[in-house]
């Protein structure tokens, strides 16, 4: 496996959520990552393989180098995957000299702004940084890798930035009613001068965050595109051979690989012009989850639960197999699926770091499917049989290094948000606060597992009670909606409104709410929850559990401030595919990326 220049390493002492970035070279710690990684459960068959081949490579000329700035935060292994299934080859930048002597030099910033100021600083490489662009050598930032370029931002800060922009990095206002972090897919307004964005024809690219930098009359000189989200901010940067861009191309899918490309090669000729799009504004997302568990004979499978029961009802009773993960996962991306959900419902709960099969399937996944990838199963802290404690930012770590580009909390948010609400205090040790701390809030998904509870009067509990659109059996007009823990085997003294209130404040991104009740029944989502929460949060909200057709899709956007909507089943089951739901929303007025 070809591992990047830096690393995240977590003490696990007290001070455990305090962040450090070491060089592999050095690190014992994240030595012994790789280490487990590679030895731990090896005789365990790991029966996937990759989903297709790279493009045609390169030579290995000069010229076909991509010289990579990867400072060891966050998901980077996408960019690499996109850089050569272009054609191209990487060099790692280790020193400062490495950047001042690169041919082009792709900068991929993911995470917070503060740790990312601080290894360049530390390192050396801020100056260089500067220097390269300056001299106005080929550059690509991405996300953070823009938002670096200006003077200062408000993330955890003040913070200085490189100061090659003027202008300040400030959070979306989330007061106006648009949530926040801005996650999904939204139209751009291009210049004509934009040129490595002459092939997106009016079609959506994918943004993930919190924070942006706004045009002024200081910085409207480098403004190559805008997009608007609440307010009109900067989507991407050019001068000269200088370009930024606040999206992520390289999970933006054919759209954002004709930016790479046209960065990496621009003195080519578009031989095709592509088909013009209708993006408009933010679009609703069309999300596919794969539930992976290994089955009796010891392969990863895809698998769907009736009420999360994934054995089929027969005297085997058997797990129920739909398909290859890896296969799947490429098939949906090819069929235009926004996002793919993997959901590791069994994985090495013991042991989450030895989990090899789940990060081999993101591993290969992500070679060919360029949208976002979000894991979830067995994030947590845990101990390994010598004692070895592990921190649960150091299991996110290695999903992320792996291909993940968010990753999905569960039980460990439940427990977490019932002792906040307890304490009132935010320790700053949970999963939720040490992950988002150092990878931003965007990269992390809670996944809430409700069960629906009817009650005669709304005074019969002390959590939030709604009114039902479909009375209970006995008549009972009145819900409160429990939440889970293990796969739903536990019921926990906390209400979905309550929990999602609290990983709120706790540091989630993002909500992915599932629905025990309607889960696997096909008679659409719960739109009565899907309410109540969506209108409770200011952070996006994804519906899951109970699609059976196209018209709950729409059905679920209409009537809720649904950001998303995650089918599984339907999809593996090819009762309905993806396109068709796309076809449907986009029919009834609803934007889609198509």
């Known amino acids: ?81 996109a850089i050569r299934y272009l054609g191209f080859d990487i060099k790692d930048v280790q020193t400062p000299e490495d950047i001042l002597n690169a041919k082009r030099l792709i900068f991929p910033g993911v995470g917070a702004f503060a740790p990312a100021m601080d290894v360049l600083n530390s390192k050396g490489m801020a ?25 200062s931002s408000e993330e955890n800060g003040p913070v200085k930035g490189l100061g090659l922009i003027p202008g300040v990095v400030g959070r979306f206002d989330s007061s106006n009613g648009f949530r926040v972090p801005h996650i999904g897919w939204n139209a751009l307004e291009i210049s004509e001068d934009s040129e490595i964005l002459d092939e997106i024809s009016n079609r959506h690219v994918y943004f993930v965050h919190s924070y942006r930098a706004m045009p002024s ?20 940067v050019r001068r000269g051979n200088v370009h930024a861009v606040q999206f992520h191309p390289e999970k933006s899918g054919e759209v954002g690989l004709s930016v790479l490309r046209r960065f990496l090669l621009p003195k080519s000729t578009v031989t095709k012009k592509p088909n013009e799009g209708k993006a408009s504004r933010l679009a609703k997302r069309v999300i596919a989850c794969l539930d992976v568990r290994t089955n009796d004979q010891g392969d990863l499978v895809v698998t769907k639960g009736d009420q999360y029961d994934v054995r089929e009802q027969t005297e085997e009773n058997e797990v129920r197999n739909l398909g290859k ?28 770091l030895g989990d090899l099969p789940m990060l081999q399937v993101l591993r290969y996944t992500s070679e060919n499917v360029f949208v976002p990838l979000t894991v979830g199963g067995g994030i947590r802290d845990f101990k390994d049989a010598n004692g070895r404690h592990y921190s649960s930012l150091e299991v996110a770590s290695e999903y992320f290094r792996s291909g993940a580009d968010k990753i999905s909390i569960g039980s460990d948010a439940v427990y977490a948000a019932e002792e906040y609400l307890r304490t009132g205090v935010k320790t ?46 006995n008549g009972e007009e009145y819900a409160w909606y429990q939440c889970t823990v293990n796969g739903g085997r536990e019921g926990r003294p906390i209400g979905a409104y309550e929990l999602a209130k609290a990983v709120e404040e706790l540091g989630a991104g993002e909500i992915l709410l599932n629905c025990i009740d309607c889960d696997g029944q096909g008679k659409g989502f719960d739109t009565d929850l899907v309410k109540l929460i969506s209108d409770s ?58």
Request: with cysteine; proline share 5%; net charge positive.
């Open 428 to 473: 700053g040790k949970t999963s939720l606060e040490q992950i988002s701390k150092v990878y931003g809030n965007q990269a992390v998904v809670v996944s809430i597992d409700p069960r629906r509870v009817y009650l005669k009067s709304p005074d019969d509990v002390e959590f939030k009670v709604i009114r039902v659109t479909n009375p209970g059996p």
């Open 127 to 151: 100056e260089a940084l500067c220097s390269y662009i300056e001299n106005d050598r080929p550059f690509l930032g991405i996300c953070l890798g823009l938002q670096l370029l200006f003077e």
């Open 1 to 81: 496996m070809e591992a990047p220049p830096f690393s995240i390493a977590v003490s696990s002492s007290s001070s455990s959520s305090r962040t450090v970035f070491r060089s592999l070279s050095s690190s014992a710690h994240t030595s012994s990552l790789f280490f487990l990684r590679n030895n731990h459960y090896k005789t365990r068959h790991l029966k996937v393989k990759s989903s297709g081949k790279f493009a045609v490579r390169a030579s290995l000329s000069g010229d076909s180098v991509v010289t990579l700035l990867d400072y060891g935060a966050g998901n980077v292994r996408s960019v690499r995957n």
């Open 325 to 352: 993960p890896v296969e799947l996962a490429g098939q949906y991306y090819k069929d235009g699926a926004d996002e793919v959900s993997f959901l590791n419902i069994t994985g090495f709960r013991d042991f989450p």
């Open 537 to 594: 949060v200011s952070i996006p909200v994804i519906a899951s559990s109970g699609a059976g057709c196209p018209d709950h899709f729409s059905e679920v956007f209409n009537k809720t401030n649904a950001s998303a909507a995650l089918a599984a089943g339907i999809f593996h089951r090819k009762e309905v595919p993806i396109q068709s739901v796309k076809e449907h929303l986009f029919k009834e007025g609803i934007e889609v990326r198509r």
């Open 217 to 236: 009359d200081k910085n409207k000189e480098w403004i190559s595109s805008t997009c608007s989200y609440g307010d009109r901010f900067i989507a991407s």
